[in-house]
């Protein structure tokens, strides 16, 4: 008998006591405010062309939750096959789509309110094999490089890690790991260490080399200045010599 999934079950009901929504999932009602969803805003055009009118309605009122303050509830029911998987990756599309308008307004409007432009989402799965599509179809969506400004939006903005243990994960996903990305991260950072020192050794090999030469330069000049002094100290002599038996054969004391 598996005991993890009791296990799971009995973490969540421990943790969902400090829950914000915890009042409003045990006493369901209509008048809830976490279960009012404001219509979405005009100005934000979604591309749901590969969408059906459901899957539309589903998207428009779970992206619309991002503007709220306060946490909202959204339940979507559907039997396999009706495209819920599909339906979660256009709720992601939909809410980096509107995480990019609302930049947008804040640089215009500073009274925006910033808490909701650094956004994450945790998509919880009761099966690895859940979590894998799902990171599969985001992975493939974020590598294309046509179309709506939402697909442009999400590969630009969204880092998409697969949280879980790493035997459990399929050979897919690896790339998207925590561990996978720790250790490319790390490995770029290295790189980025060891491209500067060379870089530093090079400019001072390079410095090194300019004051060789300066110091080359002026030993010679050095040496050239002794060899005219040298000369200077021969030829005197030799002058004074000459100039000493011109005045003695011209008997004049000196």
Known sequence: MILSSSFRRAKALIAFQSSPLLKT??????????????????????????????????????????????????????????GK??????????LFTKL????????????VNEK????????????????DELTRRIKKLKEQTWSAIYERVL????????????????????????????????DQLMMEKKTTKSESLTSHYKNLQFHEKKFTIRVKEFKTSGKE??????????????MKKKLKKNNIKI
């Open 116 to 131: 909701n432009l650094n956004l994450k989402i945790m998509i919880c799965s009761p099966s690895n094999g859940g979590c």
């Open 85 to 94: 998987s599909h339906t979660i990756v256009g709720i992601i599309n939909a």
């Open 25 to 82: 999932i045990l006493n369901v009602s209509q008048l809830d405010p976490a279960f009012w969803i404001k219509e979405p805003e005009k100005d934000v055009k979604l591309n749901l062309a590969d969408f059906n009118e459901s899957q539309q309605k589903v998207i428009i009122q779970c992206s619309s939750i991002l503007k709220s303050d306060e946490p909202k509830l959204c339940f979507v029911q559907g039997p396999p096959g009706t």
């Open 100 to 111: 990019y308008y609302l930049r947008r307004l804040a640089a215009k409007q500073p009274k």
């Open 229 to 242: 002094k040298q000369r200077f100290k021969i030829y005197i002599p030799s002058d004074l010599n000459f």
């Open 155 to 186: 590969q630009r903005e969204a880092k998409v890690v697969r949280v879980g243990r790493t035997e459990s994960i399929h050979k897919d996903c690896e790339e998207m790991t925590l561990d996978f990305l720790y250790k490319k991260a790390f």
